[in-house]
Structures are given as structure tokens and as C-alpha cells.
């Protein structure tokens, strides 16, 4: 079982900035792949952003060059900072992993999701 704790949600004025952290908790031996998607209202989730452990990094095309992951693997955890923020980017905001406990068995987790709104 692995739980996820995400934070840093909440109502943002366009071109503003946002940090969405997430912690990853249970039975983790490794983490393959750390990453955020988004659903906006009506819409499918999406991926925004994610990273592997080595550090490769993929973005959606829409907020490369505003949003940065980034990762801590001695604490379990991912961020993604929000810069310049359009009413677009308005969604919940999920945080996955792609984990491996000690018997090396995959679980792929997702978090409870947290509300990023983007508006004046």
C-alpha cells in the first residue's frame, strides 16, 4: 500500500505562482516515476508533468516554460511549481507514482487531489 499526501492547491490570480507538493508514505522501496496529471471541469485527466529517478523530465506542451517538477527522493516527494498561471490551468491536480516495494512489485497510486483555481 502506498499513500499519497498532496498540498498547495487553492485560488491563484492569473499570472500568479503556485507550489503543489506531494509525499509519498507505505511500502516504497523505490520510486520509478513521480508525476502530476490534471482535470480540468468536463474534461479527461491529463498529464502536466513528470520524473523519472534519474531525472528525465517530460512536460505538456502547455506549460512548458511556466511549471517546473522536480523531485526529493530522500523525502518521498514531488513538486511542481506554477508560474505565470492562466484561468486554463484551473483544475484538480493529482499526483502519481509508479513505485516498487522490496519484493519489487509495481503499484502505480494516485492522490486524493488538490483544487488549483486560476481566477481575477
Known amino acids: 500500500q502506498v499513500q499519497l499526501v498532496e498540498s498547495g492547491g487553492g485560488l491563484v490570480q492569473p499570472g500568479g505562482s503556485l507550489r503543489l507538493s506531494c509525499s509519498a508514505s507505505?511500502?516504497?522501496?523505490?520510486?520509478?516515476?513521480m508525476g502530476w496529471h490534471r482535470q480540468p471541469p468536463g474534461k479527461e485527466r491529463e498529464l502536466v508533468a513528470s520524473?523519472?529517478?534519474?531525472?528525465?523530465?517530460t512536460y505538456a506542451d502547455s506549460v512548458k516554460g511556466r511549471f517546473t517538477i522536480s523531485r526529493d527522493n530522500a523525502k518521498k516527494s514531488v513538486y511542481l511549481q506554477m508560474n505565470s498561471l492562466k484561468p486554463e490551468d484551473a483544475a484538480v491536480y493529482y499526483c502519481?507514482?509508479?513505485?516498487?516495494?522490496?519484493?519489487?512489485?509495481?503499484?502505480?497510486?494516485w492522490g486524493q487531489g488538490t483544487q488549483v483555481t486560476v481566477s481575477s
Open positions: 502519481n507514482t509508479e513505485t516498487y516495494d522490496r519484493y519489487f512489485r509495481r503499484s502505480d497510486s
Open positions: 507505505g511500502s516504497i522501496f523505490s520510486i520509478a516515476v
Open positions: 520524473i523519472t529517478g534519474s531525472g528525465s523530465i
